[in-house]
């Protein structure tokens, strides 16, 4: 089952060609044992011809925005190789039709919208049945409603779903997620626990997390509201809050100090390990989400006075929901504020997969081996684990470490919320924990009280 991508002879009026991708796959069930199938489509990207690297099959990172177009291409030969292995697996023949519908939902929606509605044919002929609307299809056409209107990651959230969807049972629709007369939904129980016990996860793990299952509800509701499809009876039993362990302001310190070794030469400023070290430092000392970090620019500082002395000040916007943005200020710790001038206000904010990789190795490096407990659930299982801390940090962590060490400063909730912008104080109040230690000693401390009382 070869897949490659090539370059196309055409060429753009900026000198650019179309990166395509081709697909073979045959003498298999997914081809019914006849003949060779074949795809060749366009992936959407594009590059010039000396960025190209044959080899690889990938864009070299001197074209303007390699890393995301080279990331498109990396899901769309998974995707590819998935229905293929699936149409195998499942002895079903996928042709070159049904595999570009599959890899291009959204492309294939506007197509279907361009052809007669049924009823309305013009030759004559009767029309046959309309095909039914596929959850495939519903995403795409919510994709398309909202282009424009919502951010690149909002739009690509409910792939997840579809993928798993798809991977449980190709092609269900709505419909099939209509509830019985007592209230159940035999189709979405078997989901829930496919997801459950058979599903893999990203990292290749069998069994997905109730925090993940609860995120499918979630956009399985908000697609099947979109669709004007009964949803509300939709509910979520899986949410559950996550215990996470943030860094002490002493391991932030300790990072910031950690001297750090560059693993290759000559390298963009976004892949030197040093700079991932200072944005997560800096991130600990600021709190925004990762996601706002990526829009501040170098006027994002400005100076306001504070007990008679001038303060830097991070000023940035973050959105609250989908109409709504405010503002937030953070006055800068002195040494986020010489990580700032380090890079001029430019700061080396790399992908996101990219950082949470690299800073796991660098808090390691740095020492950051003390042992914490981590408990999730997946359905009624509870699964409790000890892990060294560098292996659970990640950007979010910095945001968490953020929140606890200005509780932990004696910084009023209030504050606290505004500082980092959430919308509801109980969401504050969910990050602001008490550290294992202090929890002890004021436990014990209220018994010796008690006892003092009575003597």
């Known amino acids: 089952m070869p897949i490659r991508f090539y ?15 081709d697909a073979r796959w045959g003498r298999g069930a997914a081809s019914d044992g006849q003949v060779e199938s074949r795809l060749r489509t366009s992936t959407g990207q594009s590059c010039q011809l000396a960025n190209w690297n044959a080899d690889r099959q990938r864009i070299k990172s001197a074209e303007p925005g390699y890393a995301k177009a080279n990331n498109e291409l990396v899901k769309l030969e998974a ?13 079903v023949t996928l042709t070159p039709e049904q595999l570009t519908v599959l890899l291009k939902p ?32 519903l995403y795409a056409e919510w994709q398309h409603a909202y282009r424009g209107r919502r951010a690149a990651k909002t739009l690509s959230g409910p792939q997840g779903l579809i993928d798993q969807l798809e991977r449980f049972r190709p092609g269900l629709t709505p419909l099939d997620f209509k ?37 499918y509800l979630k956009r399985l509701r908000k697609l099947l509201k979109f669709g004007r499809y009964d949803y509300e009876w939709i509910e979520d039993e899986y949410s559950e809050d996550v215990d996470r362990e943030p860094l002490t302001f002493s391991e932030v310190l300790q990072l910031a100090q950690h001297k750090v070794v560059e693993w290759r030469e000559g390298g963009n400023k976004h892949s030197l390990r040093a700079g991932i070290r200072d944005v997560f430092v800096f991130i600990c000392l600021t709190g925004p989400r990762y996601g706002s970090l990526l829009e501040v620019g170098p006027d994002a500082v400005v100076f306001d006075h504070l007990n008679g002395a001038e303060v830097p000040v991070l000023e940035y916007y973050t959105y609250k929901n989908r109409r709504n943005k405010e503002k937030v200020r953070v006055p800068l710790d002195e040494l986020a504020y010489a990580i700032w001038q380090r890079y001029d206000g430019k700061l080396p904010v790399p992908s996101l997969g990219k950082f949470n990789e690299a800073i796991k190795q660098l808090c390691r490096e740095a020492g950051l081996t003390r042992t914490v407990k981590v408990l999730r659930g997946s359905g009624a299982k509870r699964l409790e684990e000890r892990q060294p801390l560098w292996q659970t940090v990640s950007a979010h962590i910095g945001r968490y470490t953020f929140i606890t060490t200005q509780h932990e400063g004696g910084a009023d909730i209030v504050s606290i919320q505004d500082t980092v912008g959430h919308a509801d104080i109980n969401t504050t109040r969910k990050y602001t924990k008490s550290r294992e230690k202090d929890r002890l000693t004021t436990t014990r401390g209220a018994f010796a009280t008690l006892r003092n009382r009575q003597s």
């Open 7 to 21: 370059l196309h002879t055409k060429v753009y009026s900026d000198g650019r060609r179309p990166i395509y991708l």
């Open 79 to 91: 995707a590819a190789g998935l229905h293929i292995d699936r149409a195998e697996l499942d002895a």
């Open 106 to 137: 959204a492309a294939a929606a506007r197509k279907a919208a361009a052809l007669p509605k049924p009823g309305s044919s013009t030759d004559g002929t009767v029309p046959g049945p309309p095909t039914p609307l596929t959850m495939a299809s």
């Open 179 to 215: 509830p019985d007369a007592s209230g159940r939904c035999e189709v979405l129980q078997d989901f829930c626990v496919y997801c459950m016990e058979q599903a893999k996860g990203r990292t290749g793990d069998v069994g997905l997390f109730n925090n993940t299952i609860s995120s």
